[in-house]
Antibody, heavy 120, light 108 residues
Framework: QVQLQESGPGLVKPSGTLSLTCAVS?????????WSWVRQPPGKGLEWIGE???????NYNPSLKSRVTISVDKSKNQFSLKLSSVTAADTALYYC?????????????WGQGTLVTVSS | EIVMTQSPATLSVSPGKRATLSCRAS??????LAWYQQKPGQAPRLLIY???TRATGIPARFSGSGSGTGFTLTISSLQSEDFAVYYC??????????FGQGTKVEIK
């Protein structure tokens, strides 16, 4: 059973870069899963940010693509999110999530989420 | 981008009664739809994928139906632990995968 755990700063200054890491346990980052980030502004719905496969192949939400980078660190069995030029609109609960297989595009596994606030 | 619209926004149901939640896609997504349950302070939990296949460990009182642009999640007999927010997600056209805005099921 794959388990995911997000970590990173809970407060980021406007115009700065949000950086989060998702540690994977109970499975290998090199397995046939898509590793993803999803966010949820306070009191609102879910927004898909993007995904990465262990090969390094990525897909991003076009609305965020110019500011997002998702990467994989196989040596640490983790993947990461960087979101640049943040504003208050990027304040949200950030979840890492993963599929069970390459051909699946629904999310069986979720981290517990980490709240990131953008404020000076 | 495919827009997913859920209705109603809030559904008030008595324990033991049936709940019917709707999700509509702005384009044909075939059967490429998942449903999630989210309780306060928790991550979403996968309930249904492929529009009608229950995920591992999901009780049989949860059922999904539909294809194309119209989908339904039915909870046959609401238990206390079922009061939560439910989201649909399409995975037919990306990027991006998109979610509905959610339906809150509350105790009547």
């Amino acid at each position: 059973q794959v388990q995911l755990q997000e970590s990173g700063p809970g407060l980021v200054k406007p115009s700065g870069t949000l950086s989060l890491t998702c540690a994977v346990s109970g499975g290998s980052i090199s397995s046939t899963n898509w590793w993803s980030w999803v966010r949820q502004p306070p009191g609102k719905g879910l927004e898909w940010i993007g995904e990465i496969y262990h090969s390094g192949s990525t897909n991003y939400n076009p609305s965020l693509k110019s500011r997002v980078t998702i990467s994989v660190d196989k040596s640490k069995n983790q993947f990461s999110l960087k979101l640049s030029s943040v504003t208050a609109a990027d304040t949200a609960l950030y979840y890492c999530a993963s599929t069970r297989a390459y051909s699946n595009n629904w999310y069986d596994y979720w981290g517990q989420g980490t709240l990131v606030t953008v404020s000076s | 981008e495919i827009v997913m619209t859920q209705s109603p926004a809030t559904l008030s149901v008595s324990p033991g009664k049936r709940a019917t939640l709707s999700c509509r896609a702005s384009q044909n997504i075939r059967s490429n739809l998942a449903w999630y349950q989210q309780k306060p302070g928790q991550a979403p939990r996968l309930l249904i994928y492929g529009a009608s296949t229950r995920a591992t460990g999901i009780p049989a009182r949860f059922s999904g139906s539909g294809s194309g642009t119209g989908f339904t999640l039915t909870i046959s007999s609401l238990q206390s632990e079922d009061f939560a927010v439910y989201y649909c997600q399409q995975y037919n056209n990306w990027p991006p995968w998109t979610f509905g805005q959610g339906t809150k099921v509350e105790i009547k």
